[in-house]
């Protein structure tokens, strides 16, 4: 084997695939190389390679799904730079658009800090929606209360943090003061972490106080959130000094559930998981159901009445809408 001659073609062909590379080389065209969509815009996307560079690069008509955090193979071809392919994700936060179609926010990230405050009023729910998205998506969460310094006018807040601690999921405060904007730090460590929550609440500012360099756009709460103008427009990747990334997302006013199963509602609420499978009926809705082990913990407090009254919105909404 080895030792056999090569055809003339055979020769001609190497020499001129060995020309081609150096032209390529010299035109600066590159071979695919692996890199993270660090902001999608409609036809671009802005690429960070492997040595930490970012380009701008052109997407592929077939591509046009990608969303920050996607991992991706892209090129220098001759008009430009483009990414080729997208590679597999390993998790998404998925929610849907304003003509209701489920679409990606992010992608491979491995915690979502869902981010309210005192002020803008929280919608009520919006936690416990994100929750239920994050649990599908077998993404960890993390509840931050951000503004800790407007708490003391709003004490109730700090209340509501604190029965998410109670019902066993992570949360923290968040605030202006180095002592707190280390300790977000540290909780976030080297992971994929996603900002998501109301416009208004800080999400950028957070950022801004983690990566000082960052110097993201924020908005006065007056003129954004009133006239309901978003600041942060596209979801975007900063990179962390120490390892680890950060993802901002555009504030939302309203988060459907619509499009997922009704019978992934429950699971998604943490403390309601040790009786789903004590209720009488196997396909118990814990709407109204006789000998249902859900309204019987909301009955002896196990269960408290807002969540339950949440989990009963979520469930209505997506039943109103199927119909
Ligand atoms: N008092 C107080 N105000 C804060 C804090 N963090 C942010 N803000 C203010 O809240 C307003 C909104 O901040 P942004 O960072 O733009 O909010 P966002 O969540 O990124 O908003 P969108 O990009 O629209 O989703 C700005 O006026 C900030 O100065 C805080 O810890 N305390
Ligand atoms: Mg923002
Ligand atoms: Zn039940």
Redesign the pocket.
Known sequence: MGNRRLTDQQRRRIEENAVKRRENASAGITEDKEGMIVARYSKTAVVRAGNGETHNCHLRPNLSHLVAGDQVLWANEETGAYVTSQLERRSELKRPDARGQLKAVAANVDLIAI?F?P?PEPHANLIDRYLVAAHMANIDTIIIL?????LDQHPEHDALLESYRTIGYEVMT???TPEETQALSDKLGTRTSVFV??????????L?RLLPDAE??????SE??LKGR???TTAEVFARPNGGFII????IREFGLQHIDLTLVAPGFMEFRPFLDQCRFRDCSHLVEKDCRVLAAVESNEISSERYESFVNIVRDIDTQSY
């Open positions: 981010v405050a002020e951000n503004k800790s310094d407007l968040s605030g202006p929550g109301q416009s208004g609440v800080g999400k950028s500012s957070m801004n993201l756009r924020v908005g006065a709460l954004g959130v978003h600041t942060t901002d997302s555009p504030g």
